[in-house]
Structures are given as C-alpha cells and as structure tokens.
C-alpha cells in the first residue's frame, strides 16, 4: 500500500475561561483517589464566544488526575450552554496543567456551532483563590 500524507490539523483560538472553584473535598477510596471542586463562577472571554460560569451550576470530579466536569455556562446574549469537559490534570514543578476536550450542548440557533465542533485546550491551575484558565481550541 502507499503511503499516504498525513493531513495536517490545524487551531483556531476560540475563548478562554476562568472557573472559579468554592473548595476542595479529596476523598481516598480503596480503589481510587477522587477529588470534587464545586464550581462557584468565572468568566468567558474572546473571538468566539463571551459570557460567564454560573456559580453552582456544576464542579469537576477528579479521580486519579483525571478530570470530568460539568457546569452551565451564560453567553453574553443570554443563552444557556452546558459544558462537559473532560481530560487530564497533572503536576510538573509543582505546577498543575490540564489538557482537556470539552463538549457542549446548545439550543439551536447562534451558539449552536459549539455542539457540531470539535474542541482542545489547555489551562492551568492557580491558588489564591482558588481558580483555572483554560484557553480552549477548535479544530479546524
């Protein structure tokens, strides 16, 4: 068989968020370390979409570095999008990062571009308080 040229993909910037955490329960199971982080706000801000966390709407389920959140978010227009993000958190120097791949649900309609995209990012973790950015990519 020939082979063929692997196509290259490309990234466009679509936003970056803060989510803004309200604690921190670390739970040591028999089989698994777990950790929840309710989330408690943030913002959305960029190119493509602008608009805010809803505090309470959600947290992130960590077990075993890694990460499986769900949360509301609020377009500026007001429309509701819900936001699944999944991926991995890790430490290096004492500095946590995450790769993640996020996947919304929305209405049909001006936002609804974000359920048929594919989406990367990464972000990284910051104390005081306690919060993440992420900076989150389309796949073109």
């Known amino acids: 068989m020939a082979q063929q040229e ?3 993909i490309n990234l466009r910037h ?3 968020m803060r989510i803004n955490n309200s604690g921190r329960i670390e739970f040591e199971g028999a089989m698994r370390k777990s950790v929840f982080e309710p989330v408690s706000g943030g913002e959305i801000w960029g190119p493509r979409l602008q608009g805010r966390v809803v505090p309470q709407s959600g947290a992130d389920y ?3 570095e890694l ?3 769900h949360m509301m978010l609020q377009a500026a227009d007001g429309t509701w999008i819900h936001m699944n993000l999944l991926g991995f958190e890790h430490a290096d120097n004492g500095e946590a ?3 993640v ?3 919304f649900d929305t209405p049909r309609g001006t ?3 974000l359920s048929k995209t594919v989406f990367v990012g990464k972000g990284e973790r910051h104390q005081n308080p306690s919060h993440c950015i992420l900076h989150i990519h389309e796949v073109l």
């Open 6 to 8: 692997v196509p290259v």
């Open 14 to 16: 679509a936003f970056s």
């Open 62 to 64: 960590a077990t075993n």
């Open 67 to 69: 990460t499986d959140a």
């Open 97 to 99: 990062y995450f790769r």
């Open 101 to 103: 791949a996020p996947y």
């Open 111 to 113: 936002h609804e571009w």
